[in-house]
């Protein structure tokens, strides 16, 4: 049975946000309890049923788990992640008062939605490609 070491979190590796949000929570991974990798590069996507679809990948970060059956994606990715960053994991609990989550997501999907306006563009990327293609090895 295929297995991840850890779970990985799946980003747009060409949003500078993004960039800059995964390059932070890897300096509080001090023991180094998550990967991230570029979505965009299909090897780094681990085949799973039913398959990852690229444009979902790009709309918001995925976590997938160790054991490949379940991948989270948005706020309930970050609250996963909370829970294994030692400077987050204080953080955690107060994630799951009602009515944070619901807002948690809403907030991430509009910072998602909104990301290449939130930062200057850079190297020309200001926008989204998206493709339907499935991801599959």
Known sequence: MNTLAKPLVLFDGLCPLCQASVA???????FSAVDFKDARDPGN????????????LLEEMHLVTTDLKKSLHGFKAFRYIS???????????????????WLGQKIYLW???????????????????ISQKKIQK
């Open 24 to 30: 932070f929570l890897k300096k509080l991974d001090w």
């Open 45 to 56: 996507v681990p085949p799973m049923d039913p398959p990852l679809i690229l444009s979902r």
């Open 83 to 101: 829970w294994r960053i030692p400077l987050l994991v204080l953080m955690a609990p107060f994630l799951y008062i009602p009515g944070i989550p």
């Open 111 to 129: 910072v998602a939605r909104n990301r290449f306006n939130l930062v200057p563009c850079k190297d020309g990327i200001c926008h989204l490609p």
